[in-house]
């Protein structure tokens, strides 16, 4: 287990340094710079900005910099907002991502979880019809559609939460409903055909067999191999999400770091760009050991224990 | 039937139970975990983008400006109302040596906000640093007109040799090399609001400010909440307390927030929301758009045939209605543009008639074209003077293009005009904009033309390396002078990106900046436009237009032609 | 495995499933017929009619320019299904066969594969999109079907790892099960009982991921033009006519129709896949022969 994980920590850091490397390069192979605008400053000012942010160095120099710079966490400042460092951005936005995210992680798996096995436990009848409506609902409608009618359902028809904000505790419910549809449409149906395949086993026969019910079958026998799909993907959508989703912190305006991803990039921010990534991949990297821990317990077979 | 649903609910029931405790545990999370909620403040203005910087050297944009002018205050100010500048930190200023020398008298007693003398050294100081080529900013240019400013900035002078003086530590001179008519209202602006020397290498955080409200705190991509400066001795008698900025990017969410209430002022409403606020009496009150010193504009490329032919880009122009763009692609809330510099008499006029407020008088010394046209145009768009000057007759355009040796439809000789590529940055406006262009053009002149897209840093790298045929721009205005519009495009100019170069329309801005005559400097940029839209390289397209929704409630919001709202000015009805 | 023609049937005689096959059968052939409808072009507004409500003259509304809604949804039906499809495909070539060669393979293989999967998955989407998007600038793949091509471009870089990951997974289980095990010691060779035996076991779980794919790639191309980068005007998607309902959604009054039809195209097709893949995986499924 020790050697495993050992094993697993060194993986993670050449993929974040493959990321970050990657990353460097592609930002800087795009065209446009950070001080670009329609009204362009002459020439001499341009290069003065940019020998302020040493982006008149050569590019690998730069590239061992912002190397260095990330390994030692001191990144310097922002391109866009220079009265503000990398690090205190980042560090600003995280609370508010990392709350919506863990609760409508929470809350994802958890009504996923049980409208799983209510569909699977009534099979081919009408309650699994409306979880597989539901669970094709949840993930065919794009966010901003959904969160924009739930504004206007929920804070103007029914005015009971704020359109946007985030100071007030009765502020994070929409968006935390809003973000948690998703993942609970997606993880009740991959539970739901995880536990019907599972159900058809051999132990599942057994267990009904030896006069274990439906239901005790479905979450004693089966629960265990039928998560397995969804603990695949549960790292990758934690990520996602503790990462921010862009379109729900821009709706309801909260400050979180999910908008770092497109408007770094858009702006030219390399730093600031750089930094979310480096965070997205590390968040990842973690939340995937996690999983694939995970998934041993609930299937020794595919085992880690190598 | 009967089993079944008991088996459901014995099967639920520890799910549930489950939930509830989650949904308790989390509320009890959330109550630790949110910040306290701030009392609102006596002002809410949903700011759009979260400000880039709030150092005067280093910003800007719009959102940037509205937060560092009530942190600062420059040594004038502008009337709310008329837009004429009005005492600041100086009490008097004075011109002299035809238009070259001002001197303004500082106020006594004037403080920073940590108790600092604020003293014309300041001022000084601050505006060498603007220039200081060293030091980037992006706005040092608007003091290029300085005495030795241009040089220092080209490497050939020094800061010493700059012409900013200060006799005495309330008397502030600047001299120039030719007359700034519009240097008043520069005072007013951003870019030349006084920096404490603790932020001289570029700070904005922690640094004193000499405005009537100083930073209170700043929650990245939250809000900017500033309170009352205790140290504020300046003219303005200000009437909120507190003054809360939210970052707020969607457009949408910017009007639910207003809507709710949680917003007094929300700058900017998306287009496509117009009707719908319109067509509500209550909303209608709350929302001002007004004319806004901005011009939306294609570029044509001159190194690209057949954009190099002055005879096929006044075909081009001629096949454009401006009109029907306005009207059915736009919305119906721009102002078609047929001349460069935006917002002439005759289109001000016209929108006075339609009941919306005068704003003539908030332009002293602006005037766009007004000049006899040649081509026929919608009747109820020609006032004074026959204003267009850019027409729509596409039975002109093509005869233009026939005598000229080129083939036009139904015909089969003369050379066939090249195809070429419209360039937009994405955007659906822009997008619809283009494919209206491309349709008009094949219709009325059978020229093929492609349209490409691009994100908006790739779209400034690509029109500035000269790498398209045509390209959508947009420029709004620096002061309210022609001049702003029209030294754009002199050959030397950084943001010509045309390669254009015409001897007599650049000796006819450099005319126009030199004279310090009101009625000749108007005459020369009149002449100038003129050739610019006769062989120049541009397409304007329409006028820009401001939009705000603002409290009815709240005093002192005045229609203006820059957009520019002090909020020393702003009250609630019963203060 | 059963014949196509049982499966065939066996789809239509569940009314509920049928109607699915029907929905996207029809949506298919609307897409390949769209070329030839006298349809409205973006660019011909009419802001007399704007924003009118479903009436006989305009079936489905019309949007803020005063367009036909009902052109615009059958204009964005081609472009939607081509990105689904898109999506599918790299998902089907790329995903299965990386997954199967991975998951198949010695450990140290499966190991470097694998590595290469994260490393992709590791880079946020947004970002990549952007990037590869100004990366690929004047070259003839960005003028491409409306800016399509760098669409596909970015699915077939991105839309592939989730599908190798679960095949990839799902092989390694079959490969140590008993049956699996036998027949390799029985000399059958790897590869065979890779693509002979572990293969067919994979067809339910891949219908599946297929299913979930397919929203996803619709939804990306719907949330890319949200934030502007999607499909650029003429072109229309379902995607844009979501994101021009999006941003007329206000307190004061709502163009109901601009939300609800569009959000109908895309529920129901999504909603069809869901019900006729069920119905496929159910048949193909080997253990139920």
Redesign the interface.
Same mark, same amino acid.
């Given at each position: 287990m020790t050697r495993f994980l050992l094993h697993r920590t060194l993986?993670s850091l050449?993929?974040?340094w493959?990321?970050f490397t990657?990353?460097f390069l592609?930002?800087r192979?795009?065209?446009?710079?950070p001080?670009?605008?329609?009204?362009?400053?002459?020439?001499?000012?341009?290069?003065?900005?940019e020998?302020?942010y040493q982006l008149n160095q050569p590019l690998w120099q730069q590239y061992l910099d912002q190397g260095w710079s990330w390994i030692t966490l001191d990144p310097g400042p922002s391109l866009?907002?220079?009265?503000?460092d990398v690090a205190?951005?980042l560090s600003?936005?995280i609370?508010a991502s990392f709350?919506l995210g863990t609760?409508a992680l929470?809350?994802g798996v958890?009504m996923g979880?049980?409208l799983g096995?209510?569909a699977a436990?009534q099979q081919g009848r009408w309650p699994d019809?409306l979880v597989?409506?539901f669970?094709?609902?949840g993930?065919?409608?794009?966010?901003?559609?959904i969160a924009?009618?739930a504004?206007?359902l929920f804070?103007?028809h029914l005015p009971i939460f704020?359109?946007?904000?985030?100071?007030?505790?009765i502020a994070?419910v929409l968006p935390v409903l809003c973000l948690a549809l998703a993942p609970a449409a997606?993880v009740a149906?991959?539970l739901r055909?995880g536990l019907i395949?599972a159900g058809?086993e051999d132990f599942a026969r057994t267990a009904r067999s030896k006069g274990r019910?439906?239901?005790g079958t479905l979450?004693f026998h089966c629960l265990r191999p039928a998560s397995?799909?969804v603990a695949?993907?549960l790292g990758?959508t934690a990520a996602a999400m503790l990462?921010g989703s862009?379109?729900i912190e821009?709706?309801?305006?909260i400050?979180g770091i999910g908008?770092h991803?497109?408007q770094?990039?858009?702006?030219?921010d390399y730093p600031l760009?750089l930094g979310?990534?480096l965070l997205?991949?590390i968040l990842?990297?973690v939340l995937?050991l996690l999983g694939d821990l995970l998934?041993g317990w609930l299937?020794p077979?595919?085992g880690v224990n190598? | 039937m009967q089993r079944r649903w008991t088996?459901?609910w014995s099967?639920?029931t520890p799910?549930l139970a489950?939930?509830a405790t989650?949904g308790i545990s989390?509320?009890a999370f959330?109550?630790v975990?949110?910040?306290?909620?701030?009392k609102r403040a006596d002002l809410v203005i949903g700011n759009g983008t979260?400000?880039?910087?709030?150092?005067p050297h280093?910003a800007?944009g719009i959102p940037e400006g509205r937060v560092i002018r009530a942190l600062h205050e420059g040594l004038l100010l502008l009337d709310p109302e008329t837009l004429e500048p009005i005492p600041g930190c100086a009490t008097s200023w004075e011109v002299s040596d035809e238009g070259k020398r001002w001197t303004f008298r500082l106020q006594e007693g004037l403080l920073w906000s940590n108790g600092d003398p604020l003293t014309a050294e300041d001022f000084r100081r601050s505006w060498l640093d603007l220039i200081d080529?060293?030091?980037?900013?992006?706005?040092?240019?608007l003091l290029e007109a300085v005495t030795g400013a241009k040089e220092w900035?080209?490497?050939e002078g020094q800061r010493s040799d700059v012409g900013i003086e200060t006799p005495d530590s309330l008397t502030f001179v600047v001299k120039l090399n030719r007359p700034l008519p519009w240097l008043p209202f520069l005072c007013t602006q951003t870019p030349l609001q006084p920096v404490h020397i603790q932020g001289r290498d570029?700070?904005?955080?922690g640094v004193p400010t000499n405005g009537p409200w100083q930073l209170e705190k700043?929650?990245?991509?939250?809000r900017i909440r500033l309170v009352r400066s205790p140290n504020y001795r300046g003219p303005a008698k200000v009437h909120m307390e507190s003054v809360d900025f939210?970052?707020?990017?969607?457009g949408?969410?910017l009007v639910?927030?207003f809507?709710?209430g949680?917003l007094d002022w929300a700058v900017g409403v998306p287009p496509v929301l117009m009707p719908f606020l319109q067509q509500n009496p209550e909303w209608n009150q709350a929302l001002r758009t007004d004319p806004y010193l901005g011009i939306s504009f294609y570029r044509l490329n001159f190194a690209r045939a057949p954009l190099d032919d002055s005879e096929v880009r006044k075909a081009l122009s001629l096949c454009l209605d401006r009109n029907a763009l306005c009207r059915d692609i736009l919305g119906g809330n721009l102002q078609p543009a047929w001349g460069f510099v935006p917002w002439p008499k005759p289109a001000l006029n016209a929108h006075e008639q339609l009941g919306n407020p005068s704003l003539s008088s908030a332009l002293p010394g602006y005037s766009g074209m007004a000049k006899t046209t040649e081509a026929p145009v919608e009747a109820a768009l020609i006032s004074e003077e026959g204003w267009p000057k850019l027409g729509y007759d596409p039975q002109k355009a093509r005869s233009i293009l026939a005598e000229a040796g080129w083939r036009v439809p139904n015909s089969d000789s003369g050379r066939p005009i090249p195809p070429f590529e419209i360039l937009h940055s994405s955007g659906s406006t822009h997008a619809l904009v283009a494919e209206w262009m491309q349709s008009s053009w094949a219709r009325e002149l059978g020229i093929e033309t492609q349209i490409r897209s691009m994100?908006?840093?790739?779209?400034?790298?690509?029109q500035?390396s000269f790498d398209y045929d045509i390209s959508r721009?947009?420029?709004?205005a620096?002061f309210p002078d022609p001049a702003t519009f029209l030294e754009l495009f002199t050959t030397t100019a950084?943001?010509n990106r045309t390669g254009w170069s015409d001897t007599e329309y650049d000796r006819l801005v450099e005319e126009a900046r030199l004279s310090s005559d009101p009625q000749q400097r108007m005459k020369l940029w009149q002449s100038a436009e003129e050739i610019l839209l006769d062989r120049g390289p541009i397409l304007p397209l329409w006028s820009t237009t401001s939009s705000n929704l603002v409290s009815p409630a709240l005093e002192g919001f005045f229609a203006n032609p820059l957009d520019q709202h002090d909020l020393r000015s702003l009250k609630w009805k019963s203060q | 495995m059963k014949r196509p023609k049982a499966v065939f049937s066996a789809i239509l005689s569940d009314p509920?499933t049928a109607l699915g096959f029907v929905w996207l059968t029809a949506i298919s052939l609307t897409a390949l017929v769209m070329p030839l409808l006298p349809l409205q072009l973006s660019y011909e507004t009419d802001s007399s009619v704007a924003l009118t409500a479903p009436s006989s003259e305009h079936w489905f509304g019309t949007d803020a320019l005063g367009r036909d809604l009902f052109s615009r949804i059958l204009r964005g039906t081609q472009i939607s299904l081509a990105c689904g499809i898109a999506g599918a495909l790299t998902a089907l070539i790329l995903g299965v066969g990386y997954g199967l060669v991975s998951g198949g393979g010695s450990?140290r293989r499966d190991h470097w594969l694998m590595?290469f999967v994260? %490393?992709i998955?590791?880079?946020?989407l947004? +970002? @990549?999109v952007?990037?590869i998007a100004?990366?690929l600038?004047g070259t003839a793949l960005e003028a491409s079907g409306g800016g399509l091509g760098v669409f596909f471009v970015i699915l077939g870089v991105v839309y592939w790892t989730?599908m190798a990951?679960?095949v990839r997974?799902e092989t390694?289980?079959l490969a140590?099960r008993e049956w699996a095990l036998a027949a390799t010691a029985l000399g059958v060779p790897p590869q065979r009982v890779l693509y002979r035996e572990i293969l067919p076991n994979l067809v339910?779980?891949i219908i599946?991921t297929i299913t979930?794919i397919v929203?996803?790639v %619709?939804?990306f191309e719907?949330?890319l033009s +949200? @934030?502007g980068l999607g499909v650029q005007s003429p072109a229309v998607s379902w995607?844009t006519l979501?994101?021009d309902?999006?941003e007329v959604?206000n307190?004061v009054k709502?163009a109901w129709w601009l939300?609800l039809y569009p959000?109908l195209a895309?529920?129901f097709?999504?909603?069809a896949l869901?019900?006729v893949g069920?119905q496929l995986?159910r048949e193909l499924d080997p253990?139920?022969r």
């Open positions: 993986a050449v993929t974040i493959a990321v990657l990353s592609v930002i192979s795009a065209p446009g710079g001080f670009d605008a329609e009204r362009d400053p002459p020439a001499a000012v341009k290069a003065a900005i020998a302020r866009r907002q220079p009265d503000h205190t951005i600003a936005g609370p709350l609760l929470l809350l958890l979880m049980g096995i209510i436990w019809r597989t409506i669970a094709s609902m993930i065919s409608l794009p966010l901003y559609v924009g009618l504004i206007l804070a103007f704020p359109p946007a904000g985030w100071t007030d505790p994070v997606q149906r991959l055909s395949e058809q019910g439906q239901v979450i397995i799909p695949s993907t990758p990462t862009l379109v821009q709706i309801f305006a400050p908008m991803f497109i770094g990039a858009m702006n030219r760009v979310a990534v997205y991949t990842l990297q995937t998934m299937d077979r595919a190598r | 088996t459901f099967s639920s799910i489950v939930l989650c989390i509320f959330l109550q975990a949110l910040p306290d909620l701030p979260d400000p880039g910087s709030l150092h280093r800007s080529p060293l030091q980037g900013a992006p706005y040092g240019d900035r080209n490497g570029g700070t904005a955080l700043w929650d990245l991509r939250d939210l970052a707020i990017e969607s949408n969410t639910n927030l809507a709710n949680s994100e908006w840093r790739t779209f400034l790298q690509t500035r721009s947009s420029w709004i620096d950084t943001n | 509920v450990e590595r994260d %490393l998955d590791s880079i946020p947004v +970002f @990549l952007i990037l100004s990366a600038r989730p990951r679960v997974g390694r289980v140590r339910p779980t599946v979930l929203p996803r %619709l939804l719907a949330f +949200f @934030l995607g979501a994101r309902a999006f959604l307190p709502t939300i959000s895309l529920a097709t999504l909603l869901n019900v069920d995986r253990k139920q």
